[in-house]
C-alpha cells in the first residue's frame, strides 16, 4: 500500500512537470500581461473590479468581468487555501488588491501560472468549502460577474471536500513509507524506481491545472554534446517573491537570468536552458524536472532576498546549496520562504514526494554535492570580484529546487531588496552586467577540466 502511494505520487508529479514543460516548450514567450488596447484587440477577458462581501461563517467574492468565462475553483489543504482556475486574463486592478482581505479570507493573489491560464489563490483563515460558485451575465447594468461563496465548516467536512488526491492522510502514507524504507534491501528498490520514474509519464490522471500531459520531446537535445546549463530565474507569475516598492524579486531575477543566459551563450561552449522566459509561474519540482529532463550539467538559481524590517538590515549576495541541516538560522528561514512558493502559486503540496523523495536523493546527492559545493567556491571567488558579498557568503539549507539529485545545484541570492545599496545595484544596468560577467567566468572555470577531457567543443 506504502509503495502503491509512493508510486502514485511520483507518477502524478512526473504528469505535473510534464504538462509544464510541455507549455513551457510549445508556448514559449506568447504569454504575459499585456497593454489593455491590445488586451481588448486579442480578446483576452478583463476583470475590472474585485470586491469581497460577509462575515467569518460566510464570504462571497465577486469578480467584474468584461465577458463571461470558463472557471474551475477547488480547496486545498495546509495551508487552507481555494484556487480558482480561469483562462488567462488581464488583471486591471490597483496593486494593494487582495493584501488584506475579509471574513474567510485572509488575503488573495492572483496572476499568470501558465501560458493561456490565470489564477487567483485565497489564503483562508480557516477551513471552509465552496458552497456555491457561477458566473453572471451583464444584467441590470451590471457588467458580467464570477461569484465565489465560501461557507465555514470543520477540518472534517473540510478534508472531506477534497478530492482524493488532495487529501492529507496521502502524507501519512508517505511518512509510514519513509520509516519501512530504511533497511538495506528497500533504499535498493526504491532506488530503481528512482531510475524508472521518467518512463512513468505517458497515461494516467490529469496534472494540476487538469490536463492531459504528454511526454515532451528533447528538441535537437541528442545530437548536441555541449553542457546543459540551466538558468532558473526564481518565482514569476501569481508569485512576485520578495519587493521594494514597485521592485519584484521576480523581475529582477529574470532580467538577471535572460542577461546570464545570452552572455554564456555567446560563447558557443554550452547549451542553455531557461526554467522561464516570461512572467509565469512555474512550480518548485518543475524546476528541477527541467534540469533532470535536459540532463543539465549545472543548475543555477537566481533569486533576491529581503530582511523583514524589524530584523534589521543584511546586505551583500550570497551562494546557497543543499543541505538537511541549515548551516545557520538565516539560511533556515531562507529557505523556507522559498519553498514556500507552490503553496503561494495554489500548487497542491501534497502531490509532491517530499518525504520519499529525501531518502533516495540522499543516496544519489552525495557525489553531485561535492560538485555543487565545488562550483559555489568557485561562484564566490569570481563574484566577490564583481559585487559586495554577504558576510557569510556561503552557506546551505534544504531549499526545495536544489534538489535534483544528479546535478550540481546552486542558489544565488543576488542581494537584499530591502536594502538601499544592494537595490540600487538589483536595478542598475552597469551591475548586472559585471555580475553576470562574473557568474559567467564561474561557469567557465567549472566546465574547464571537463571540455579539455571531452575535447575541442566545436
Ligand atoms: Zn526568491
Known amino acids: 500500500m506504502a509503495s502503491r502511494a509512493n508510486h502514485y505520487v511520483l507518477l502524478s508529479c512526473a504528469l505535473l512537470c510534464a504538462a509544464a514543460l510541455l507549455c513551457f516548450q510549445f508556448v514559449g514567450r506568447a504569454a504575459g500581461d499585456q497593454p489593455s488596447k491590445s488586451v481588448a484587440a486579442s480578446g483576452i477577458p478583463v476583470i475590472s473590479d474585485i470586491r469581497l462581501a460577509g462575515d467569518d461563517k460566510q464570504t462571497r467574492f465577486i469578480i467584474d468581468l468584461d465577458k463571461t468565462i470558463s472557471f474551475r475553483a477547488f480547496p486545498l489543504a495546509d495551508p487552507y487555501r481555494v484556487v480558482l482556475d480561469i483562462p488567462q486574463v488581464s488583471f486591471q486592478l490597483p496593486a494593494s488588491v487582495g493584501t488584506t482581505g475579509r471574513g474567510l479570507i485572509k488575503a488573495f493573489r492572483y496572476g499568470l501560472v501558465m501560458p493561456g491560464g490565470s489564477r487567483i489563490v485565497f489564503d483562508l483563515s480557516g477551513p471552509a468549502r465552496i458552497a456555491n460558485s457561477y458566473v453572471l451575465e451583464a444584467a441590470n447594468g451590471q457588467p458580467p460577474r464570477l461569484v465565489l461563496e465560501l461557507e465555514e465548516v470543520d477540518r472534517t467536512t473540510f478534508v472531506q471536500s477534497l478530492s482524493p488526491d488532495n487529501r492529507p492522510e496521502l502524507r501519512s502514507a508517505i511518512a509510514t513509507a519513509k520509516d519501512t524504507m530504511v533497511t538495506t534491501v528497500a533504499t535498493i528498490e526504491a532506488k530503481a524506481e528512482v531510475a524508472a520514474e521518467p518512463a512513468a509519464a505517458p497515461d494516467g490522471p490529469a496534472g494540476a491545472m487538469g490536463k492531459p500531459a504528454p511526454t515532451p520531446d528533447k528538441p535537437d537535445a541528442a545530437a548536441d554534446l555541449r553542457p546543459v546549463i540551466v538558468i532558473d530565474p526564481g518565482h514569476g507569475g501569481i508569485d512576485n ?43 518548485l519540482n518543475d524546476r528541477v524536472k527541467i534540469a533532470r529532463n535536459q540532463s543539465a550539467a549545472l543548475f543555477v538559481s537566481i533569486h533576491a532576498d529581503a530582511l523583514p524590517r524589524r530584523e534589521g538590515d543584511a546586505q551583500g549576495a550570497t551562494i546557497y546549496t543543499l543541505s538537511d541541516r541549515a548551516s545557520d538560522a538565516e539560511a533556515e528561514r531562507l529557505a523556507e520562504v522559498e519553498n514556500k512558493a507552490d503553496a503561494i502559486g495554489g500548487v497542491n503540496l501534497t502531490e509532491e514526494p517530499t518525504d520519499v523523495a529525501d531518502i533516495l536523493i540522499d543516496l544519489a546527492q552525495r557525489e553531485t554535492r561535492t560538485f555543487s559545493n565545488r562550483f559555489a567556491r568557485l561562484l564566490m571567488g569570481e563574484m566577490k570580484t564583481a559585487t559586495r558579498m554577504h558576510k557569510h557568503p556561503l552557506k546551505s539549507a534544504g531549499f526545495r529546487v536544489l534538489k535534483a539529485p544528479d546535478v550540481p545545484s546552486v542558489l544565488i541570492e543576488l542581494g ?19 555580475t553576470v560577467g562574473s557568474v559567467a567566468h564561474a561557469i567557465d572555470a567549472f566546465f574547464a577540466k571537463r571540455l579539455e577531457t571531452a575535447g575541442p567543443a566545436n
Open 416 to 434: 537584499y531588496v530591502s536594502n538601499k545599496d544592494d537595490l540600487e545595484h538589483l536595478v542598475s544596468e552597469n551591475w548586472r552586467s559585471r
Open 241 to 283: 517573491g520578495t519587493q521594494s516598492g514597485n521592485e519584484y524579486e521576480k523581475t529582477l531575477v529574470l532580467g538577471f537570468g535572460l542577461a546570464l543566459r545570452d552572455r554564456i551563450e555567446k560563447s558557443g561552449k554550452y547549451r542553455v536552458v531557461m526554467t522561464r522566459t516570461d512572467d509565469t509561474f512555474i512550480p
